[in-house]
């Protein structure tokens, strides 16, 4: 039987060990391989980020200058990857889209369910560099445009935001985006890297590691919460109407969208990064009302609640200031986290024992069988 008592949720759970990701939920702080990330978010490249989730060391100008080569080898989708893409119909959800493409690229992945480090490194890079391709290539192709090759001068971060455009990105843009990519890319075991984790602990292939991730990310509880705060400032509408409409929801004991978290007891780190920035491309566009409206709600929410605003409550004000469509603000996330979700899963290859926790049995126990003829 199990020695522990069941805590609902896993609260508090520890479920591993890991080198990669560290949560002070009561300071506020998130630190990536030993680097508070509030010291990375504005003054390294995303490419860097991956490298140091990856290697656990930020790298050397040539070291940087080899993964970078690498991610724009691995660019390029498998055939059977667009012609999936293409055969969508408009209307599929760019994370339904996204999750099966990903399926689909490890079919044709040159390294096949190949399981040593290297192929894996390959694997990883492969990911990193193409989920920026599907998730812009599927923007395009629903709305009846070619997709855009990737320019190799062009950052990550630059590159998504041109791909998905068609034109070069404002350097403002182009800084803004990297420094979200650096905020999403890792937190310790959030649930969809939880999942990737225990599905990469039966030693399946991290295609279906990342596969799990990705419909995992997808929930409003997690990932799909920076879609949803969207949608509600749509209808809240403006910022006079934010405090009535709040109030009312959580008299309808509805959940705000964008507030609450499992680990953080004040407000999370990303999201105060996040507000200065959305102010900063509010201002840049002459449009400071997203702003302004997540400021009230996150008053009120304070007031009513005691509730801190989390990752999610920004990052959509500063999308959709770029042009990026809301539905698309979940796929963007996952453009970051895989970053996170490769290193947790090859961490888990590197030290793999099975994951499989016990349950609390609350069912009837002892029946007497009744035979179907007698039911
Ligand atoms: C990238 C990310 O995943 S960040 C999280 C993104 N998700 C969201 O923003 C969705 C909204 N937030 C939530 O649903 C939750 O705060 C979660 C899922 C993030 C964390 O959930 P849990 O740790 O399980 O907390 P739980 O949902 O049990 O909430 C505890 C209490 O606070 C309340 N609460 C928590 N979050 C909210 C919220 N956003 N709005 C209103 N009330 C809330 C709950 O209703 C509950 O109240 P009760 O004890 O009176 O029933
Ligand atoms: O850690 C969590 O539970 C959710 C979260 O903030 C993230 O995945 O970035």
Redesign the pocket.
């Known amino acids: 039987m199990p020695e522990q008592g069941f805590k609902?949720?896993l609260?508090d759970v520890v479920a591993g060990t890991s080198e990669i990701c560290f949560i002070d939920g009561h300071e506020g702080r998130l630190v990536y391989r030993g680097y508070n990330v509030a010291d990375l978010a504005e003054t390294t490249s995303f490419e860097e980020v991956v490298y140091l989730l990856w290697n656990g060391d930020l790298p050397n100008r040539s070291q940087l200058d080899t993964l970078k080569g690498e991610l724009m080898r691995a660019q390029q989708l498998a055939q059977p990857v667009k012609d999936f893409l293409k055969s969508l119909p408009p209307e599929t959800l760019p994370m339904d889209a996204l999750r099966t493409a990903v399926s689909v690229a490890g079919i044709y992945d040159p390294d096949g369910n190949a399981m040593s480090k290297e192929a894996n490194h390959n694997k990883a890079v492969r990911l990193v560099a193409q989920i920026p391709m599907i998730v812009t290539a599927f923007d395009r192709l629903r709305k009846g445009l070619d997709p855009v090759d990737p320019d190799p001068n062009l950052s990550l971060a630059e590159n998504f935001l041109y791909m998905l455009h068609g034109t070069r990105p404002k350097p403002l843009h182009a800084r803004v985006f990297n420094t979200a990519l650096i905020l999403?890319a890792d937190?310790e075991l959030?649930?969809s890297t939880f999942s990737a984790r225990v599905t990469a602990g039966t030693l399946s292939d991290l295609y279906s590691a990342i596969t799990s991730a990705v419909g995992t990310l997808k929930g409003?509880?997690?990932?799909?919460?920076?879609e949803?705060?969207m949608h509600m400032l749509e209808q809240i509408g403006t910022v006079e109407n934010a405090k009535p409409w709040v109030e009312q929801a959580?008299a309808r004991?509805?959940?705000?969208?964008?507030?609450?978290?499992?680990v953080y007891r004040t407000e999370?780190p990303r999201a105060i990064i996040l507000r200065r920035l959305s102010k900063e491309v509010g201002e840049d566009a002459g449009d400071l009302k997203w702003y302004h409206m997540l400021n009230e709600i996150r008053e009120v929410?304070m007031a009513e609640?005691k509730?801190y605003p989390?990752?999610?409550?920004y990052s959509g004000s500063i999308y959709a200031q770029m042009g990026i469509p809301v539905d698309q603000f979940t796929p963007v996330?996952a453009v970051s986290r895989i970053s996170g979700w490769t290193a947790h899963v090859l961490e888990q290859y590197a030290h793999n024992r099975l994951i499989r926790p016990r349950a609390e049995y609350t069912g009837p126990t002892h029946r007497t069988f009744v035979p179907l003829a007698l039911r």
């Open positions: 609902a949720g609260e999403h937190h959030n649930a409003p509880l997690h990932g799909g919460a920076n949803q705060v959580l004991k509805e959940k705000i969208m964008g507030f609450g978290h499992r999370d929410m609640k509730l989390n990752v999610d409550l996330f």
